[in-house]
DNA sequence: CAGTTACGCTACGAGCCGTAGCGAAAGCCA
DNA sequence: TGGCTTTCGCTACGGCTCGTAGCGTAACTG
């Protein structure tokens, strides 16, 4: 959580101000929201938080450095809400994860980031570690309690389970980002339902035999 | 294809250079590959293209726009090949568009651009015609084709083929791109095969009824 | 030929970047 | 208490990019 790794040396001398830290992220959100992406500048996030610019370069590389941990504090939100069934669990994770990028903030600077890190490797991972790994879990932790309702056969064969685990991650991020952001078209309760029931199909015809309960066709139209 | 839409008023007066507008395109994608999309400056595509700055800038209203034309001519490539199957067309088409998301330019380019969409309507308009409906093509296309071949039945209903087409294609390309972008893992012939029998599982579910040939597992493993 | 439009070139104010240097503040430790 | 260390706010700076204006010239039309 913290923006730098270690305090470089030792401890000692004025330790760094946690309120500066949650007054420069709260600022860079607002900023985002306020400019967008491509307009947001440090100087002014600087001036939003009651800082001076240069305390803000000690600390972050750049622009993207710190947008990544501005918005990775978002992703906290996310939950895996026990709802009774693996369908419904999707379509909650679904709609939970498609509200956080119907925020202003959010929408505009997570592509960016992305496209950054394409160039930069120190970036990705960093990306990686706050944000993806926090949605991944929740796909993890879904399966482990689809399979504990019975729903879902165990795996013994761990990387094939992993293999699908990443699959099954990409799908649903993927699509759900593509829906929002690219077809910019609405990530309502109807798609969700859809969706988890294409991606229930799908994981019965990958994993090998079928799950033990797959409905054929939910409820869309009577 | 052209930059602007038309020439404003009429004829007459000198026209303007084709040949200085597939330099510009050329030198910015070579641009995008030298520099990526963020050190990208126009100033440095129109000393490449041997134009002035100026011309740039009467032609193209950014760098988002500018980019926008120069990948956009890269997604030419993609077609259908007429694989035989449902199975190893949707194959095809991951794979093609796996390459294209592994070139250089469009790496870095794409996100970037859709990022600025976010916050940009006219922008975002541009892509979708210039770059998405190329793509949403495709999806279109193969599903004729497998209803030709009786791999899919025919869809009387056309509002829910509609929003058939849409969600596939959101899956098919946010997968992918997240896959490619996001996870930065390869997406090879391997994870394109369990991919395709996960979409096709999904079909299945998601339309009703099952199609005429769903495989329950290809042949990933024996 | 006159009329119209695109072109190359130069120059400019404006804005942001990222850093350096300073004195003061805020903690630790003897 | 005094010394040591690190962070802080502030100011100032060179360098770069932006997007536009103005000019004379080139190319094509009627």
Redesign the interface.
């Known amino acids: 959580m913290q923006s730098r790794s270690t305090p470089s040396t030792r401890a000692g001398g004025r330790p760094r101000s946690t309120e500066a830290d949650t007054a420069i992220l709260e600022a860079t959100r607002q900023a985002l929201v306020d400019l967008?992406?491509?307009k947001l500048t440090l100087g002014d996030v600087a001036t939003r938080a009651g800082v001076a610019k240069t305390t803000l370069y000690r600390r972050w590389a750049g622009k993207s450095e710190l947008v990544v941990d501005a918005v990775a504090e978002l992703f906290d939100e996310l939950e895996l809400p026990d709802s009774g069934s693996l369908a419904t669990d999707i379509e909650g994770v679904v709609l939970q994860f498609a509200a956080l990028l119907g925020r202003?903030e959010t929408?505009?600077?997570?592509?960016?980031v992305?496209?950054?890190s394409?160039?930069d490797e120190p970036l990705?991972e960093r990306?990686r570690a706050s944000i993806?790994d926090r949605q991944k879990r929740l796909v993890l932790a879904g399966r482990a309690r689809a399979q504990d309702r019975g729903e879902l056969p165990a795996e013994p064969d761990t990387a094939?389970a992993a293999?699908?685990a990443?699959?099954i991650?990409?799908?649903i991020?993927?699509?759900?980002?593509?829906?929002a952001?690219?077809?910019?078209?609405p990530v309502d309760a109807e798609?969700a339902e859809?969706?988890t029931?294409?991606?229930?199909?799908?994981?019965?015809?990958?994993s090998?035999?079928?799950p033990a309960a797959?409905?054929?066709?939910p409820d869309t139209?009577p």
């Open positions: 967008g992406w491509t202003p929408k505009t600077a997570l592509m960016a992305v496209a950054e394409t160039t990705r990306i993806v094939a293999r699908t990443d699959l991650f990409d799908v991020a993927g699509a759900v980002v593509h829906r952001l690219v077809s910019a078209e798609w859809q969706f029931s294409l991606v229930l199909g799908g994981l019965a015809a990958v090998g035999r079928g797959v409905p054929s066709a139209a």
